[in-house]
C-alpha cells in the first residue's frame, strides 16, 4: 500500500505534465486527462482507506515511505496517513474529482487550467501526507503557485485583487511557519525534521511557546482565524466556482491540520499555556462569521462568512483538548469540506442560469429548477446542523467535547446555531421562495452531469450522517494518542 499512497501523491502531477505537453488542436482533453488521473486517485485514496487499520494502537502513520533525500540536513522523503490525515487526504481526492466534473465546460486556456488543477492536487496531498516539516513546507508552497493563477486568470471581475490579496497573506503567513519550523529543528536534541521524531521530543517553555506562536501564525491565516481572515470573502467572490469548492473545501483544512498536528500534536505545555486564548478565537471566528454572513447581499459572501464562522468550530475542538473535541475537530474538517463544497456548487448553478449572485435580484427560483432548490435547501440544512446528516454529528463531537472544559465558549458556540440557521433560511425564502419574478420564467434545471455532482456529495454527506462510525474508527485512534499527552 506504500505504493498506492505515492502513486496518488504523484499521479497529477504527471497527468499535468502530459496535459501541458498535448497539442493545441487537442487542448479539450486536457479534462479527459485530469478526470482520469483524478478518478485513480480517488480509487486509490478509497483503497487506502478501506486498508487502514481501525485498531486502538493504530495511531501511528500507516503506509509510511522513509526515504534519505537530503542526508546533509537530515531531510527525507518521509510520507505517510494516519487518523488526522487520511480523512482529509481522501477527502481532497473526492473534490478535486467532482471539481474537473463542475469545470467540464471551461473553455478559456482549458489546458492550463486543468494542468494547474493537478499540481494543486499533488500539493495538497503531499501537505496531508509528509511526515516530514521540509518536505511538508514545500508541498504548502507549492499549493500557492496554482492556486494564485486559478483565481487570478479564471476569477470574475475583481480577480487579479483577490489573487493578489490571497497571495500576499498567504506568503506572509508561511514566512512565519517557516522560522518555526526552523526553531523546532535546531531545538531538538538531533536536527532533524522527521515530524515524528520532533512530537516525541521535550523542549523549554519558552522554545515551545516561540514555536507555538510562529506556527499559529501561518496555520491561522490559512484556517482562517480571526484577524487573518479578511482574504477569503475576497478569494471566494472572485474565484470560479470550482476553485471556490476547492478553497473552503479542502485548502482551508490545511491550516486546521497544521493545528492539529504540529501545535496540538508536539508542543503540549505551549498548548495548555494558550488554549483559553484558543478557545476566545474560536468564538470570535464562530460568532462574527455567521453575523457578517447575515448582512452579505451576495451569495458567495454568505456561504464564504458562513465557512469562516463554521471554521470556528475546528478551533474550538482543537482548544479543549478531550478526545471527544478533537475528534470533533476533524470530523468537522471533513463535514465542512462536503457541506460547503456543495453549497458553493448550488450557488454556481445558480449564477450559470441567472447571471446574477445578488440575493435582492433572485426570487421564485423553486419553481423553474426544483433539484437545485431542494439540494439547496438539504445543504442549507447540513450547514446549520441538522440531525442526520454530517454536520450535526460533528457539531456535536466538538460541544459535547468542549463544554466540560469551555462552558461559557460552547454555549455562546451552541447559540450561534441559532444564528446560522436564520441567516440561512431567510437566504433561502429570498432565493427560492416567494412569487417568481417574470425574467426568471425560462430558467431551466441542473443537467445530468451537475446532477450525477452533487448527488455524489449528497449521499457522503448523508452516509457519515448516518453512520458516522465510518469516519470515527479512522479519526479515533490518532486523536486518542494527543489528547493522551494531556491528562493531568
Same mark, same amino acid.
Given at each position: 500500500?506504500?505504493?498506492a499512497?505515492?502513486?496518488? /501523491? ?7 505534465i502530459a496535459? @501541458?505537453?498535448?497539442p493545441?488542436?487537442? !487542448?479539450?482533453?486536457?479534462?479527459? @486527462? ?14 487506502? #482507506? ?28 518521509? $510520507?505517510?496517513?494516519d487518523?488526522?490525515?487520511?480523512p482529509?487526504?481522501?477527502?481532497n481526492?473526492?473534490?478535486v ?14 489546458r !492550463? ?8 492536487? +499533488?500539493?495538497?496531498s ?54 518555526? /519550523? ?23 517553555? #519558552? ?27 475576497? #478569494? ?6 470550482? /476553485?471556490?469548492?476547492?478553497?473552503? =473545501? ?29 478557545a %476566545? ?14 448582512m452579505?447581499?451576495d451569495?458567495k ?16 475542538? &482543537? ?10 475537530? @476533524? ?43 431542494v439540494?439547496?435547501v438539504? &445543504? ?10 454530517? =454536520?450535526?454529528?460533528?457539531?456535536f463531537?466538538?460541544? $459535547?467535547?468542549?463544554?466540560? $472544559? ?9 447559540? +450561534? /446555531? @441559532? ?9 433561502? !425564502? ?15 434545471? &441542473?443537467?445530468?452531469?451537475?446532477? &450525477? ?6 449521499? $457522503?454527506? %448523508? ?6 462510525a465510518?469516519? =470515527? ?16
Amino acid at each position: 500500500m506504500e505504493a498506492a499512497l505515492n502513486l496518488a /501523491i504523484w499521479l497529477p502531477f504527471v497527468a499535468a505534465i502530459a496535459i @501541458v505537453l498535448l497539442p493545441v488542436a487537442q !487542448e479539450r482533453n486536457a479534462r479527459r @486527462v485530469a478526470l482520469g488521473a483524478s478518478g485513480i486517485v480517488l480509487l486509490l485514496a478509497a483503497l487506502l #482507506a478501506l486498508s487502514f487499520s481501525r485498531l486502538p494502537a493504530a495511531g501511528a502513520p500507516q503506509f509510511a515511505t522513509n526515504l534519505p533525500w537530503i542526508p546533509q540536513l537530515r531531510v527525507a522523503y518521509f $510520507v505517510g496517513l494516519d487518523g488526522l490525515s487520511l480523512p482529509m487526504f481522501l477527502l481532497n481526492a473526492f473534490l478535486v474529482f467532482l471539481a474537473i466534473l463542475v469545470s467540464w465546460n471551461t473553455t478559456l486556456r482549458p489546458r !492550463e487550467y486543468f494542468a494547474l488543477l493537478m499540481v494543486l492536487e +499533488t500539493a495538497v496531498s503531499g501537505v496531508f501526507a509528509s511526515l516530514d516539516f521540509f518536505l511538508f513546507f514545500l508541498f504548502w508552497e507549492l499549493e500557492l503557485a496554482p492556486m494564485f493563477l486559478l483565481i487570478g486568470i479564471w476569477g470574475s471581475a475583481r480577480r487579479e485583487y483577490a489573487a493578489m490579496k490571497f497571495i500576499l497573506y498567504t506568503v506572509a503567513g508561511s514566512a512565519f511557519m517557516l522560522v518555526g /519550523i526552523l526553531v523546532l529543528y535546531f531545538a531538538a536534541p538531533v536536527n532533524s525534521f522527521d515530524m515524528v521524531y520532533l512530537a516525541a521530543q521535550q523542549y523549554s517553555p #519558552a522554545v515551545q511557546s516561540a514555536v507555538w506562536l510562529l506556527l499559529f501564525i501561518g496555520f491561522a491565516v490559512k484556517i482562517p482565524i480571526f484577524p487573518f481572515h479578511t482574504w477569503l470573502p475576497d #478569494a471566494h467572490t472572485e474565484a470560479p466556482t470550482a /476553485i471556490s469548492v476547492l478553497l473552503a =473545501g479542502v485548502l482551508l483544512k490545511m491550516g486546521a491540520y497544521g493545528l492539529l498536528r504540529a501545535n496540538v500534536g508536539m508542543l503540549p505545555e505551549a498548548t495548555r499555556q494558550f488554549a483559553m486564548a484558543l478557545a %476566545v478565537l474560536a468564538v470570535i471566528n464562530v460568532l462574527y462569521g455567521a453575523l457578517v454572513a447575515m448582512m452579505q447581499s451576495d451569495l458567495k459572501r454568505v456561504i464564504a462568512n458562513s465557512s469562516i464562522s463554521h471554521m470556528g468550530y475546528v478551533v474550538l475542538g &482543537a482548544s479543549a483538548l478531550t478526545p471527544m473535541a478533537l475528534e470533533g475537530a @476533524v470530523f468537522q474538517m471533513f463535514a465542512h469540506g462536503t457541506i460547503t463544497g456543495l453549497l458553493f456548487i448550488m450557488v454556481g448553478l445558480v449564477y450559470d442560469r441567472t447571471h446574477t449572485r445578488e440575493i435582492s435580484d433572485l426570487g421564485g427560483l423553486a419553481g423553474r429548477m426544483p433539484f437545485i432548490a431542494v439540494t439547496f435547501v438539504v &445543504a442549507a440544512l447540513a450547514s446549520l446542523g441538522l440531525p442526520g446528516l454530517s =454536520g450535526f454529528v460533528a457539531e456535536f463531537l466538538v460541544f $459535547v467535547g468542549s463544554f466540560p $472544559v469551555w462552558r461559557w465558549a460552547t454555549v455562546l458556540a451552541v447559540f +450561534t /446555531i @441559532v444564528v446560522t440557521a436564520g441567516y440561512m433560511l431567510w437566504l433561502l !425564502e429570498r432565493v427560492f421562495f416567494g412569487p417568481e419574478r417574470p425574467q426568471w420564467g425560462r430558467l431551466g434545471d &441542473a443537467s445530468r452531469l451537475e446532477v &450525477a455532482t452533487v448527488s455524489a456529495l449528497l449521499a $457522503v454527506i %448523508v452516509l457519515v450522517g448516518v453512520f458516522p462510525a465510518l469516519l =470515527g474508527g479512522i479519526i479515533i485512534p490518532s486523536v486518542s494518542a494527543i489528547a493522551a499527552r494531556y491528562v493531568v
